[in-house]
């Protein structure tokens, strides 16, 4: 069954370094989400991507993130300048379409940040 | 915009016994409801979802909800949980005039099933 995959499973960095991290969507899905959980906290929504830009973010994904679809398979979450209150755990998932569409979820990335 | 409130952190339940995990949202449109499922370590699946038709949705491991406009409500239940059903429940919305498809979660319930 396909399913999207996300690298690394644990990211550690230093405040202020940039982290990129990486998902690979289900291959004929054409949105893509990122979404992050801090600890004890909901999930929340960053930013959902289609035809090569963003559609929606939220007001979390300031300039400091950045979202790219470098190839035909990969789609990244950049973090230019990482910040302690950045720790979580960030899910990509993809869909079909938009709507009423299934989004499948990634197993996470979780970024700490020291 | 819209919020989702899952009133019960955590539900202590006995294996066999049923349960429901409450949620309650808020929208000035019309929306769709999900519950999603994570397993430890695992990403967030999903168990069953409400678009339109029959307020009663029947999803997967034996789990259903009902969609109670009035109250604005998408109760999750299940007549008769196993120990295998432990795991982090997350009851999301998304409005239907959404052209980015934000999922807005709720804050999660931690089913726990005991022996």
């Known amino acids: 069954e396909p399913e999207v995959t996300q690298t690394p499973s644990h990211q550690v960095t230093q405040m202020g370094q940039e982290v990129i991290l990486r998902c690979v969507p289900i291959s004929n899905h054409l949105y893509f989400y990122w979404y992050r959980q801090i600890l004890g906290q909901k999930v929340e929504f960053l930013v959902s991507?289609?035809?090569?830009?963003?559609?929606?973010k939220s007001e979390i994904f300031d300039d400091q993130f950045s979202v790219e679809r470098p190839d035909g398979s990969n789609f990244t979450l950049k973090i230019r300048s990482t910040k302690l209150e950045d720790s979580a755990m960030y899910f990509c998932?993809?869909?079909?379409?938009?709507?009423?569409?299934?989004?499948?979820f990634g197993p996470g990335t979780r970024l700490t940040v020291l | 915009a819209q919020s989702v409130t899952q009133l019960d952190s955590q539900v202590p339940v006995f294996e066999e016994a049923p349960v429901e995990l409450r949620c309650n949202y808020s929208s000035s449109v019309s929306v769709y409801l999900f519950w999603y499922v994570q397993y430890p370590n695992q990403g967030l699946q999903l168990l069953l979802k409400y678009l339109s038709g029959s307020t009663l949705v029947k999803g997967i491991n034996g789990f259903e909800a009902e969609f109670n406009k009035s109250q604005t409500s998408f109760h999750l239940r299940k007549p008769s949980v196993h120990i295998s059903d432990t795991a982090e429940y997350f009851c999301a919305v998304s409005d239907l005039g959404n052209a980015g498809n934000m999922l807005t979660f709720g804050g999660g319930t931690r089913l726990m099933v005991k022996p």
């Open positions: 991507f289609y035809n090569n830009e963003i559609s929606e």
């Open positions: 998932a993809s869909s079909v379409l938009a709507g009423n569409n299934e989004q499948f």
